[in-house]
């Protein structure tokens, strides 16, 4: 028995403030957080639907989803013939519910009324920050041939990384038996399960939840109106379900990485621009959608590169860069040395006059001057640095909040639309 794509329904969280990740999040959601030099965060789990045929998805945003509504509407349009949808469902307060959301179940909850139109058999619930690359279609076809109520992906990880996951204890069959929250590392003896050899081999026997659910549709509403006071899935409507409810792992072994923090997204960028990166941007099966900017090439002149990634549209000029990662209508000057950085670009040209581009804010010179040194940085978007600038926490601090630049878990960061003037030493 396989499932009818045409009868599921996708929903992605859109996540809440975002703090570990400020002040990539200050004005921006977290799904809107750019990635990989040309995507947005959002662009994973909306992709992986468009793989797996799953055209009928919902966005819940509350937190700052401005540019992320933005995002969402410029690129994600079907055409009519295959009957599909990015739609935005955005918090709101109602004569039923006068709270914003209050968690991942909470937001479904109140969301579900929107989908009382649609005929459909399951719900699929996704995270908007995470980055791998997955086929739904065989979680689905795995949740119906185990007639299962819920299905939760699951990836095997070492016990140096069980406590920071949920973890979850299944049985030979794959059926969920316990739900432990982020168990010290004295508490883990017992709570193995049965994974493949090759995760057995690397001692990754703990099975964590990703965060990714799949939902009968009688179940999901039975529980959430069981439950009426539960706002998350993971802490609450899970656990309370495993007794009750055919609750299975669907084990995932590929790359998956939780954009939760300033340190994970600064090592997944850098991870995309190795040689052999883990997660592959370039799988003509599973391709990555985003906005369709029809920008031109990017322009490198007596430079030296390697293991970067340099966007379209970005211009370098006499730099040496390595292992970096470099945004849209990036500029870099003569003689400037980037290593191990993160640069999300700019939304107009260094060479472009402020009465011409469409973004009011900003420096009038985005990009990096000549004779600068960063290193171990992220550089937002329309930042300016400028000329003889030292970026790089030789006194490794770990936290810091300054005018122009933060550090966070000693990665420094320069925050959208800052200028950095001449000579400055961070």
């Excluded at 939760?152 to 973890?167: E, K, L, N, Q, S």
């Excluded at 899970?238 to 600064?266: C, H, K, L, M, N």
């Excluded at 470099?326 to 191990?340: A, E, K, P, W």
């Excluded at 003889?388 to 490794?396: A, D, K, L, Q, Y």
Aim: glycine share 6%; charged share 25%.
């Amino acid at each position: 028995m396989s499932y009818n794509p045409k009868k599921t329904i996708a929903m992605v969280l859109g996540g809440g403030a975002g703090t570990r990740l400020f002040p990539l999040t200050h004005r921006r959601s977290k799904p809107a957080v750019p990635l990989a030099g040309k995507y947005r965060l959002i662009d994973i789990p909306v992709s992986n639907c468009i793989n797996s045929d799953i055209n009928k998805i919902f966005v819940l945003t509350q937190y700052n989803s401005a540019s992320l509504n933005r995002h969402l509407t410029q690129t994600y349009r079907f055409d009519a013939f295959r009957d599909g949808f990015v739609n935005i469902l955005a918090a709101e307060q109602t004569p039923e519910s006068k709270e914003w959301f209050q968690g991942t179940a909470d937001a479904v909850r109140q969301s579900m009324k929107h989908l009382e139109s649609y005929t459909y058999d399951h719900i699929l619930i996704l995270s908007g920050d995470q980055l791998y690359s997955m086929d739904y279609r065989h979680m689905l076809n795995a949740h119906v041939d185990k007639k299962a109520d819920i299905s939760i992906a699951t990836i095997p990880v070492h016990a140096d990384h069980a406590p920071g996951f949920g973890i979850l204890k299944a049985d030979d069959d794959e059926r969920i038996t316990h739900f432990h929250e982020k168990p010290a590392a004295d508490e883990l003896a017992g709570k193995e399960s049965r994974v493949s050899p090759e995760m057995e081999a690397a001692g990754r026997t703990f099975l964590a939840s990703m965060g990714i659910y799949v939902f009968s549709r009688g179940v999901l509403l039975d529980l959430l109106d069981a439950s009426p006071s539960a706002h998350d899935f993971g802490k609450e409507i899970i656990p309370d379900a495993i007794s009750v409810r055919q609750v299975v792992s669907y084990p995932f072994e590929g790359y998956w990485s939780d954009i939760g923090t300033i340190r994970s997204f600064f090592e997944a960028n850098l991870m995309l621009a190795r040689s052999k990166p883990e997660f592959d941007m370039y799988n003509p099966d599973m391709p990555l959608y985003t906005n369709a900017r029809m920008l031109p090439p990017a322009k490198i002149q007596n430079s030296f590169v390697e293991n970067s990634l340099i966007a379209e549209a970005s211009v370098v000029l006499n730099a040496k860069i390595s292992n970096c990662m470099i945004g849209l209508r990036s500029f870099v000057g003569n003689n400037v040395s980037l290593t191990n950085t993160v640069m999300l670009g700019s939304d107009y040209y260094h060479w472009q006059d402020a009465s011409h581009r469409s973004s009011k804010k900003g420096p009038d010179k985005p990009g990096i001057g000549d004779d600068t040194v960063i290193e171990g940085a992220i550089i937002d978007r329309n930042a300016c640095i400028g000329k003889r600038c030292v970026i790089r926490n030789s006194e490794g601090r770990e936290t810091v909040d300054a005018e122009n630049y933060f550090i966070r878990e000693g990665i420094i960061v320069i925050p959208k639309n800052a200028h950095i003037p001449d000579g400055t030493i961070i």
